[in-house]
């Protein structure tokens, strides 16, 4: 049962464009996202966060969007860079668990 | 230097034998979890402790046990019992279990049973 979905398994942006990845969850006791970043063999790393009672987050160049009403989320990267090229994992957590989606793997191309 | 350890990185093992991984924290969190990263999928949660000996299934327990007897460890055993135990193992710990908490991850155990 995946609460958490991300249905772009990959994403190629050309540097200095902008990426766009998405995310949708069914729980509507969900109400806290967060997006992180995973090298190769590396643990994932927190990226960016948001609160349900917020529809925009900005830190720096990210900015994570939610659509309460459309169960749907998302990461935009401004400019995109390729150090940024890496697998993104949106999760979503309500009172004492946390669930994840399957990740989408971005390359941003000099 | 504060963060999450995990050893080894990559361990191999025969079909039957019983394996520990290790995960050790000094971000004095109280929350620890352990996940399963399988090609394709999101991670799954394994076991979480929210304080020390105390800890909870996650969603796929069956053929993994674990221990919480220090706030800093939490190892996790992968028993012979479990059917596809090759996989990629993360540790991570929050500071408290509610939920609304970034959690840390460590560098992970590639966990090869042949």
């Known amino acids: 049962d995946q609460q958490v979905k991300q249905n772009s398994p990959s994403l190629s942006v050309q540097e200095g464009r902008i990426s766009i990845l998405n995310c949708d969850y069914t729980n509507s006791m969900f109400d806290y996202f967060l997006w992180y970043k995973k090298y190769p063999a590396e643990g994932p790393t927190f990226l960016i966060s948001?609160?349900?009672?917020?529809d925009k987050n900005e830190d720096g160049r990210f900015t994570v969007f939610l659509n309460k009403s459309a169960k749907h989320l998302s990461l935009h990267i401004v400019p995109s860079q390729p150090g940024d090229s890496a697998v993104y994992f949106c999760?979503?957590?309500?009172?004492?668990?946390?669930?994840f989606g399957a990740g989408t793997r971005l390359t941003v191309k000099p | 230097d504060g963060g999450i350890t995990q050893s080894p990185k990559y361990l191999f093992r025969k079909e039957g034998q019983n394996v520990t991984l290790s995960c050790e924290q000094n971000l004095n969190h109280d929350a620890m979890y352990w996940y399963r990263q399988d090609p394709g999928q999101g991670l799954r949660l394994i076991y979480y402790?929210?304080?020390?000996?105390?800890?909870q299934k996650g969603d796929i327990a069956e053929g993994y046990s674990v221990s919480r007897e220090k706030k800093e460890s939490f190892p996790l055993t992968v028993t012979s019992a479990q059917k596809n135990p090759t996989a990629f193992y993360l540790c991570a710990s929050s500071i408290t279990g509610t939920g609304h908490m970034e959690q840390y991850f460590g560098p992970g155990t590639r966990l090869t049973v042949t």
């Open positions: 402790s929210q304080i020390v000996n105390d800890f």
């Open positions: 999760a979503a957590s309500g009172s004492n668990d946390m669930r």
């Open positions: 948001i609160s349900s009672i917020k």
